[in-house]
């Protein structure tokens, strides 16, 4: 267990170089920063010296070099823009994206295994039908639009929930240390609804369809045929055998897609003005602020590597055949 | 008194419900407050905001008409020498007083490393403190607008910075430094920020001790960047916010339509236009061989009357334009108003061509930015179609504004043949745009915009004598005489100056200044 967790910790390691190493091919492509970092008054001589302060007249394995040195040293750099330490931009910005997409994430898992579960034990009744056409469009719509849709008709037209998310006042978020939640008030789950559900509309119809097919497998097969002979209850034999026996996809599935909600995040938090740091990251592309970019990216290539890691261990845990299948052919 | 105070307290006490957080405004706008530093950024959006902050010696009113503000009066004591008198009795937010001292202390910070605010304190030698409300400016040469930029001078505590460790500039490239100004603001205007939280909110209050009368009825005014379109519209519509700014074109109506918004519009300060390739002996990317066409000013009047702006204001922008004579807008110091367009006229426009030797025309590429100004992008398509109308080929190449830069001005080596740009004078004076744009490229850093090489001795040397005219009337005419002469060279094809748009709730009285900056003392807040 040890050796493999190292293993894919080396393997991580090895990702992130990689992810780093492309995004800073990229950013040959993106434009020149100088432009943004001052005004237009500011002569070509001034630019030309902030330039080369920067090291960005450096060809670029040797600015990747400086920033692999650096991040080595635990130092991300500075936002051109903000000229603030990265460190402290990302500990800004990650606690709302975190709470964002664990929330949606859970609305994701909960709703979508109800539903799962709903639509495979009654596949004919009408609200199975509804529920599955409904599902369609939540694969279908972008997240965009899905947005703009439910601001449009919940903010501005009814009124009900605020359009933007997390404005920061004192009625909606809470300071634990460092941290900022915005789940201890309820002016914050008022402005926290609307971009959960347009984040996990596309994961939560994933895992319904994911859980209903899986169940009407599971419902066929012997051994519910033969808890059913048992004369186990409906409920027993839903839940306590055929939903069990569902899991293990449902988990890989729901763990790798966390990875892809803090991602895909940056649209979500874009639409509804979420200070994130998916914000933060479309923030830098605009600008051209390299170091922002490049740290952003590192983080998310971490939070999928992290992620996949916990879904190996994971299935350590529910399902006993794989830890015996691995330690005996000892790879 | 002590009861007086008493039943007020009451009273507030009572009306704290509902008229305490009428008081606040709530604004959003598409970008942030970079920094709060007043010297690291020339940027309109984050000066402006720095504005309620800080001041500069003088300020501008709802016209821009220069007004006094640290400084009370100036005179010209000879004509390198300006002398300023100080307002007395002007406190910083953290109670420091403010003197002579800090001024020079303002100047030194604004020339410093790093300082991005250099060009508003050009061409001054030494700044002398000849007592604690006394301070002379010396210039290398006379300079009849010397203050015309220092409303966005911001002046700094010495005491405080130093402090606090930031009588240097917020400097990115140097990665130790933390700049303390950076964060926090010690200004001495009637605001004073509370909370600065980056990219999400930063908060401000009315400062108690502010040396004016306030005009606004304001208790708090928080800040929030809304990025995309959209959902800044959506949040004004909602109500979530007060004031919303810029509101695109194609949502102005919604806003006017909906209960309880308004959009106010007016012209912007800034004039879009198109410049042309006439310093290279062959244009980079054209098919005419061996010359160039812009060169001749028959091709670039051709280039001129091809194109039809009121179609442009109508359809491209929505009505929300004014098509432009001139390289300045209306407001500016020195506007020639005399100036008119050349007619929108096709068939004079190929008679042009064919007589420059151009019959069948020919092809050139025009760069242009997709996200700097107001619809740029679809301006250039609508250019490029109308000169399609007369034989012209051209190929359209737009591209987000880092890149577009870099590759137009002068660090990328003006490497384009046609370009659109937008520019909006810091003085609200023309020398700043003859200068710039105008004037032959040098090594001295004139015309360092004039990404064309547009070149006229003539007027070259007016603008030199621009600069150092003291006479108000002389000056005018000489600007004048620049402005025409340009127009008639067709150095330039001016299009017109975009629209501002600001949305606003009902309840909310403000002034929009043309200068796309928002000023909160002159906000009321009505129930």
């Known amino acids: ?331 | 008194m002590k009861l007086k105070a008493a039943l007020l307290a009451g009273a507030v006490l009572l009306a704290a419900g509902t008229a305490a957080q009428a008081e606040t405004l709530r604004f959003a706008f598409q970008g942030q407050v970079s920094s709060l530093d007043p010297h690291s950024l020339n940027e309109t959006f984050t000066l402006g905001y720095q504005g309620n902050i800080y001041e500069g010696l003088i300020s501008r009113g709802p016209n821009l008409e220069i007004e006094p503000a640290l400084a009370t009066s100036w005179e010209l004591m000879e004509p390198t020498r300006w002398r300023f008198h100080l307002r007395e009795g002007v406190t910083f937010h953290n109670g420091n007083p403010f003197t002579a001292d800090d001024v020079v202390f303002s100047y030194e910070r604004a020339i410093s490393e790093g300082s991005d605010v250099r060009t508003k304190v050009g061409g001054i030698t030494e700044v002398v403190a000849v007592d604690d409300y006394t301070v002379d400016f010396i210039t290398e040469s006379p300079n009849p607008i010397i203050m015309a930029e220092w409303e966005t001078w911001y002046i700094m505590d010495r005491e405080w910075c130093e402090e606090h460790g930031a009588t240097g500039v917020t400097n990115v490239a140097d990665p130790d430094a933390e700049n303390y100004a950076n964060l926090h603001a010690n200004g001495t205007g009637p605001f004073m920020v509370t909370v600065r939280e980056p990219g999400v909110r930063t908060v401000a209050v009315p400062f108690a001790d502010w040396w004016g009368e306030p005009q606004h009825n304001l208790t708090e005014v928080v800040f929030t960047p809304i990025a995309e379109d959209a959902t800044r519209v959506a949040a004004l519509l909602a109500g979530d916010v007060d004031m919303a700014y810029p509101i695109p074109l194609q949502d102005i109506e919604r806003v006017e339509d909906n209960d309880g918004t308004r959009a106010l519009t007016g012209p912007e300060l800034r004039t879009i236009f198109l410049g042309l390739d006439q310093a290279r002996d062959e244009l980079l990317y054209s098919s005419v061989e061996g010359t160039n066409p812009f060169q001749d000013r028959r091709v670039r009047l051709a280039f001129y009357q091809a194109i039809d702006m009121n179609a442009i204001q109508q359809v491209v922008m929505r009505g929300q334009s004014t098509p432009s004579a001139a390289m300045v807008a209306p407001g500016i110091n020195g506007f020639p108003e005399e100036l008119e367009r050349y007619p929108y006229d096709p068939e004079a426009a190929r008679a042009l061509l064919a007589e420059a030797g151009y019959p069948e025309g020919f092809s050139v590429r025009l760069n242009c930015p997709n996200d700097r100004y107001v619809n740029d992008e679809d301006i250039c398509i609508a250019v490029t179609n109308m000169l399609g109308q007369v034989g012209i080929d051209v190929e359209l190449m737009a591209e987000t504004k880092s890149i577009y830069f870099g590759r137009i001005l002068a660090q990328g080596g003006y490497d384009t043949s046609f370009y659109l740009l937008g520019w909006t004078p810091g003085s609200f004076d023309s020398y700043n745009v003859l200068y710039n744009l105008v004037h032959t490229r040098n090594e001295d850093g004139a015309g360092t915009f004039n990404n064309g090489g547009y070149s006229n001795p003539e007027v070259d040397a007016l603008t030199a004598q621009i600069l150092s005219e003291t006479d108000q009337d002389a000056r005018a005419a000489m600007i004048a005489e620049a402005w025409q002469m340009l127009h008639d060279d067709v150095g330039y094809i001016p299009l017109h100056q975009q629209a501002l748009a600001w949305g606003v709730s009902d309840n909310v009285e403000l002034i929009q200044r043309a200068d796309n900056e928002f000023v909160w003392n002159w906000v009321t807040i009505n129930q």
Not at chain 1, 254 to 265: P, V
């Open chain 1, 1 to 331: 267990m040890a050796a493999f967790i190292v293993r894919r910790l080396i393997q991580a390691t090895l990702v992130m170089l990689v992810v780093a190493l492309i995004a800073f091919l990229l950013f040959n492509y993106v434009g020149d920063p100088i432009n943004n970092m001052v005004g237009q008054d500011t002569t070509a001589v001034e630019r030309e010296a902030l330039r080369e302060q920067l090291g960005l007249n450096d060809p670029f394995y040797i600015q990747f070099g400086r920033f692999v040195e650096h991040i080595l040293e635990g130092n991300f750099g500075r936002s051109y823009r903000q000229s603030r330490p990265v460190e402290d931009m990302i500990a800004d910005y990650l606690p709302a994206t975190l709470e964002l997409a664990v929330v949606s994430a859970i609305l994701a898992l909960v709703f979508g295994v109800a539903m799962g579960v709903y639509t495979a034990l009654r596949r004919y009744s009408a609200f199975s039908q509804v529920l599955m056409t409904v599902s369609l469009i939540g694969v279908s719509l972008p997240t965009f639009l899905i947005g703009i849709i439910l601001i449009q008709v919940f903010a501005v037209e009814l009124h009900w929930l605020p359009p933007q998310g997390r404005v920061g006042g004192e009625d909606d978020l809470v300071r634990l240390g460092w941290w900022t939640t915005g789940l201890l008030s309820l002016e914050g789950w008022r402005r926290i609804i609307l971009p959960a559900i347009t984040l996990g509309m596309f994961q939560m119809t994933l895992i319904m369809r994911l859980v209903r097919a899986e169940m009407l497998e599971v419902l066929r097969t012997d051994f519910i045929k033969f808890a059913r002979a048992r004369g186990l209850t409906d409920r027993a034999v839903h839940f306590g055998h055929a939903l069990r026996n569902t899991m293990v996809p449902v988990i890989t599935i729901t763990g790798l897609q966390f990875g892809t909600i803090i991602a895909f995040a940056i649209i979500t938090e874009r639409v509804f003005n979420w200070p994130g740091v998916g914000q933060m990251f479309l923030d830098a592309v605009i600008h051209v602020d390299i170091p922002v970019m490049a740290a952003y990216l590192v983080l998310i290539a971490m939070v999928f590597v992290v992620v996949n890691l916990a879904v190996d261990i994971l299935y350590f845990v529910v399902d006993p055949r794989l830890r015996v299948e691995r330690s005996t052919t000892g790879h």
